[in-house]
């Protein structure tokens, strides 16, 4: 059986009908796409940053999170930030390889256009199921 979570969330922070219901607010002011942005950022939730900053169309929320999955090695949050040159794209295969994020390496090799080393990636995390 479903029941709630067992951690509510702060106050002044959404949930996930509330926000739906403001994303898909034709009216919904870009400060208040900040605010609820920088909200979710600080607890972690760079998703859900992601949708407000970029319906409100927030360059330093989104310049934020794209310093994140650089660090993070996110292959996932990069491509959902836009395109990006392959030297981008590099850096983020390089962290994940240190953070042992192997399958984001392999999709910011493939996203670099560097299909020879994402095919020896994926390779490896062949063997490592079998």
Known sequence: MFGRSSTALPRGVPDCLKKRRLLNDKTLDPQKCRDFGEKFLALGFWEDAFEFFSRGNCQDGLEKLKALALENG????MAR?????PEVWRRVADQAIKLGK???ARRALEQAGDREQAEELAQRLKQRVS
């Open 74 to 77: 996110d292959a996932h949050l």
């Open 81 to 85: 930030l836009g395109p990006h040159p």
């Open 102 to 104: 192997l399958h984001f």
